[in-house]
């Protein structure tokens, strides 16, 4: 009791001099005591005669750390009912179950990252907290993403839940990723009741619902989430010739493109990544059709990214991240939301890393962004016991430090 209130003591008293913000003098106990000229009865205040120079304290800088086995479940949504509708289909996530989802998934310590930030390893969340990733499939429909009049995503869309989850905790973050198919997935009037939603909008020539269209990849845009290639019409790859696959890709990129451009958005064109998810999970039957999906270039000349792969229902895994042996960006394995899989993810936990944070250094405060620099301070502070080995990201930075050597990642 006694060395923890001494402790205590210690720890005020340097707290103390740290919120002063006289630390930076102080730490040297001075080999040079500045001295003072004599007072004079002048009103002329005194002069030093020596400048202290201020004696520069160690500089460190925080890195995030993944250590062990670093992998993570990635879910995937479809559609959203509301919570009077009944008898909804299998893949549809009511908005109260949804909530309940993302609860539950927070509870347990698990934050949001964006597809594309696991994809290349450059993934962080808070201190102690755990990555997964979200990603809808079948996009976009109203009750995916539906932006009201005010700007804000509708409470009756599954993003508009999702954003006002990530309002009231932001340690949670907001990303999410859709896999779009501008062919056949027709947009509507939220407020519409369920058997009215589609058929309506499919028979009204009005452009009302594209506009609604464009607004709505206007704010995702804007906002983190994501969308990527679900291919045109949903076709199964396994009965679709290799051309007809490459034009699937190819449209689907093309009427995304359209509908930013009708409303003067080319701008946000270049933010566009590519990557696809197979239809029902279904690969081509053909090795020249899998070719078409694996060198897909987007109408800006990116490559495929990634190829995610569904539905993982009965038997569910983690997703290997960059940084694990086992990992095949043209493999990306997801498990379907549900109950049951939100209960197999916190029955894993236990598997998934959670953030955190190392104090690199001390290094020189002019070469806190000079990345070979940074190497060098990871390796000292590894070799000093004050880190552990790992993956380190430092200001958007990775280093793979693992296996004794330091290095700078590339995906
Ligand atoms: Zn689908």
């Given at each position: 009791?006694?060395?923890?209130?001494?402790?205590?003591?210690?720890?005020?008293?340097?707290?103390?001099l740290?919120?002063?913000?006289?630390?930076k003098?102080?730490?040297p106990?001075?080999?040079?005591?500045?001295?003072?000229?004599?007072?004079?009865?002048?009103?002329?205040?005194?002069?030093?005669?020596?400048?202290?120079?201020?004696?520069?304290?160690?500089?460190?800088?925080?890195?995030?750390?993944?250590?062990?086995?670093?992998n993570?479940?990635?879910?995937?949504?479809?559609?959203f009912?509301?919570?009077?509708?009944?008898d909804?289909?299998?893949?549809?996530t009511?908005?109260?179950?949804?909530?309940?989802?993302?609860?539950?998934?927070?509870?347990?310590g698990f934050s949001?990252?964006p597809?594309?930030?696991?994809?290349?390893?450059?993934?962080?969340?808070?201190e102690?907290?755990?990555?997964?990733?979200?990603?809808?499939d079948?996009?976009?429909?109203?009750?995916?993403?539906?932006?009201?009049?005010?700007?804000?995503?509708?409470p009756?869309?599954?993003?508009g839940?999702l954003?006002?989850?990530?309002?009231?905790?932001?340690?949670?973050?907001?990303?999410?990723?859709?896999?779009?198919?501008?062919?056949?997935?027709f947009?509507?009037?939220?407020?519409?009741?369920?058997?009215?939603?589609?058929?309506?909008?499919?028979?009204?020539?009005?452009?009302i619902?594209?506009?609604?269209l464009?607004?709505?990849?206007?704010?995702?845009?804007?906002?983190g989430?994501?969308?990527?290639n679900?291919?045109?019409?949903?076709p199964?790859?396994?009965?679709?010739?290799?051309?007809?696959?490459?034009?699937?890709?190819?449209?689907n990129?093309?009427v995304?493109?359209?509908?930013?451009?009708r409303?003067?958005?080319e701008?946000?064109?270049?933010?566009?990544?590519?990557?696809?998810?197979?239809?029902?999970?279904?690969?081509?039957?053909?090795p020249?059709?899998?070719?078409v999906?694996?060198?897909?270039?987007?109408?800006?000349?990116?490559?495929?990214?990634a190829?995610?792969?569904?539905?993982?229902?009965?038997?569910?895994?983690?997703?290997?991240?960059?940084?694990?042996?086992?990992?095949?960006?043209?493999?990306?394995?997801?498990?379907?939301?549900?109950?049951?899989?939100?209960?197999?993810?916190?029955?894993?936990?236990?598997?998934?890393?959670?953030?955190?944070?190392?104090?690199?250094?001390?290094?020189e405060?002019?070469?806190?962004?000079?990345?070979?620099?940074?190497?060098?301070a990871?390796?000292?502070?590894?070799?000093?016991?004050?880190?552990?080995?790992?993956?380190?990201?430092?200001?958007?930075?990775?280093?793979?430090?693992?296996?004794?050597t330091?290095?700078?990642?590339?995906?």
């Amino acid at each position: 009791m006694f060395s923890k209130n001494r402790n205590s003591i210690v720890a005020i008293l340097l707290l103390t001099l740290l919120i002063s913000g006289c630390a930076k003098n102080i730490v040297p106990a001075a080999t040079t005591t500045p001295t003072f000229a004599a007072p004079t009865d002048t009103a002329v205040p005194p002069t030093p005669t020596v400048t202290p120079t201020a004696t520069d304290v160690p500089y460190y800088v925080d890195a995030t750390v993944w250590t062990g086995e670093i992998n993570a479940p990635i879910l995937i949504y479809h559609y959203f009912g509301r919570d009077n509708e009944e008898d909804i289909p299998t893949t549809w996530t009511r908005f109260k179950d949804f909530e309940k989802h993302l609860q539950q998934l927070y509870d347990n310590g698990f934050s949001l990252v964006p597809l594309s930030s696991w994809l290349d390893g450059t993934f962080i969340v808070p201190e102690g907290r755990k990555p997964f990733v979200l990603t809808i499939d079948d996009f976009w429909r109203s009750d995916q993403i539906y932006v009201d009049d005010d700007g804000t995503p509708s409470p009756y869309s599954g993003i508009g839940i999702l954003w006002r989850f990530s309002q009231e905790h932001p340690d949670f973050g907001f990303a999410a990723s859709g896999f779009s198919n501008m062919g056949d997935k027709f947009f509507s009037d939220t407020l519409l009741p369920a058997e009215q939603r589609y058929i309506r909008v499919s028979a009204d020539n009005s452009p009302i619902w594209r506009d609604r269209l464009s607004a709505a990849m206007v704010w995702a845009l804007e906002n983190g989430i994501t969308p990527y290639n679900h291919l045109f019409t949903h076709p199964k790859l396994d009965i679709t010739m290799p051309q007809d696959i490459q034009y699937q890709l190819a449209e689907n990129d093309r009427v995304t493109r359209f509908y930013l451009t009708r409303v003067g958005r080319e701008d946000l064109i270049p933010t566009l990544g590519n990557i696809i998810a197979l239809p029902f999970g279904i690969w081509p039957a053909t090795p020249s059709g899998v070719q078409v999906l694996k060198n897909y270039k987007n109408p800006e000349g990116l490559p495929v990214a990634a190829i995610m792969e569904a539905y993982n229902l009965d038997a569910a895994t983690l997703t290997p991240s960059v940084f694990s042996e086992d990992f095949d960006r043209f493999k990306i394995n997801r498990i379907t939301a549900s109950d049951s899989m939100i209960q197999f993810i916190i029955d894993h936990k236990e598997e998934i890393p959670s953030a955190l944070t190392c104090r690199v250094g001390p290094i020189e405060e002019e070469k806190a962004n000079d990345q070979q620099a940074l190497r060098a301070a990871i390796a000292a502070s590894i070799t000093s016991g004050n880190c552990p080995e790992g993956v380190y990201n430092i200001n958007g930075v990775v280093f793979d430090a693992r296996g004794g050597t330091v290095e700078i990642f590339q995906p």
